[in-house]
């Protein structure tokens, strides 16, 4: 698959409109609502969502728009999708961390084109294209494949860097599985959200497992993550599809993925 420059250019576009927002209300008294699922969300993760959508509608009216905040719109054409998280770590955000993102990603025909990671506090914006690399990309001028960055290529589990959000996000069947995981690795860190794919990419970190997950959280991770070298699956090894919701395994090269699912598989 092939990405133009023109659709290349037009989602830093909306990765610049989302930064744009965030940077005006990071660090603000905003009052932090809850939706289903007790999950948190404000004012800025949907204003942030509209606006991207409103800027996909105008230049690409036939294309699909599936997003955290609003319902799926389907578009004429069903080759071309945008998937939108507005502001992943939405706690992270109303807590004042920098490591909140926004998540844009671009698929045809259901597999995953382009995928961006920005953090608009650091500036640095993650981006992948499948089968062509990955890339650090930095202000003031977010310039085509600037930096090419690289998943590790340890192999060694006694050497693994594990990663995950909050041991709160697991049931007590997975964070057993987890945790067999974790005794088995070298360090195990906390905290990220979406943030710690794109140091899983960039080669700081070689295992993120996690759980309660939906497509809009993981669509964008996975251009980036592969073409970096990673491996990104269901914790079976299975696809991650836009019907996904649940586990997702990133580990930073195939060898290593294969030695973690034989890990979190066989728990006794």
């Not at 899983?200 to 497992?209: E, F, Y």
Request: hydrophobic letters at 40%.
């Amino acid at each position: 698959m092939q990405l133009n420059d023109e659709l290349y250019l037009f989602a830093n576009l909306l990765a610049d409109s989302a930064a744009s927002i965030s940077r005006r209300y990071f660090r603000q008294n905003l009052v932090i609502d809850l939706k289903t699922g007790n999950f948190p969300v404000t004012k800025v993760d949907l204003e942030i969502e509209s606006t991207l959508r409103q800027m996909i509608k105008a230049s690409y009216p036939g294309h699909t728009i599936i997003g955290e905040e609003y319902a799926t719109q389907a578009g004429s054409s069903e080759e071309y999708a945008w998937v939108i998280d507005p502001i992943d770590g939405t706690i992270a955000f109303t807590t004042g961390k920098p490591t909140f993102t926004t998540l844009i990603a671009l698929t045809k025909n259901d597999k995953p084109l382009l995928g961006i990671i920005d953090q608009p506090i650091s500036g640095e914006r993650f981006i992948g294209i499948t089968d062509i690399g990955s890339y650090l990309s930095l202000p003031p001028k977010h310039e085509f494949r600037a930096k090419p960055i690289y998943a590790s290529k340890i192999i060694d589990m006694a050497s693994v860097r594990l990663n995950a959000t909050t041991p709160d996000m697991f049931t007590a069947d997975e964070l057993i599985r987890f945790n067999h995981l974790k005794s088995r690795v070298r360090v195990c860190s906390w905290g990220g959200d979406a943030y710690a794919y794109a140091l899983l990419a960039s080669g700081h970190i070689d295992v993120i497992m996690e759980s309660q997950l939906q497509y809009y959280d993981v669509a964008a991770l996975m251009p980036i993550i592969t073409a970096s070298g990673g491996v990104i699956t269901t914790w079976d090894g299975g696809p991650i599809t836009s019907g996904f919701s649940g586990q997702c395994l990133a580990s930073s090269n195939i060898e290593l993925h294969n030695k973690v699912l034989n890990v979190i598989v066989n728990v006794n």
